[in-house]
């Protein structure tokens, strides 16, 4: 079981929900590309909040997640595309299917 996870919130601009939602997307391959990235969700609740949850093993997948090519191209686009900064939090896993 990977114990250890993401839970990124963002919140679109108004007039930017499918750039986000595409953004989202697009970046399954990249998620599909990390070697210690276990699983890996976009998700989306409403009109405009997005979000991502991916689970790791260890602490060094998850700081690798957290500086890779994913985190990287958010915080570039981030003022285009969000409302406010993304909120990003560490999630412990405590059981999982």
């Known amino acids: 079981m990977s114990k250890l ?19 989202l997307k697009n970046a399954l391959p990249l ?10 969700y976009a998700w989306q609740i409403g009109e405009s909040t997005f979000g991502i949850f991916d689970t790791f093993d260890d602490e060094e997948g998850r700081q690798a997640h957290l500086s890779g090519p ?7 686009h981030a003022p285009e595309l969000l409302a406010k900064a993304p909120v990003i939090e560490m999630v412990t896993v405590l059981a999982e299917k």
């Open 31 to 40: 998620a599909q590309s990390e070697p210690d990235t276990r699983s890996w």
């Open 5 to 23: 996870a993401l839970l990124a919130r963002l919140e679109a601009k108004p007039g930017k929900e499918k750039e986000v939602a595409d953004f």
């Open 70 to 76: 994913i985190a990287q191209a958010l915080m570039q």
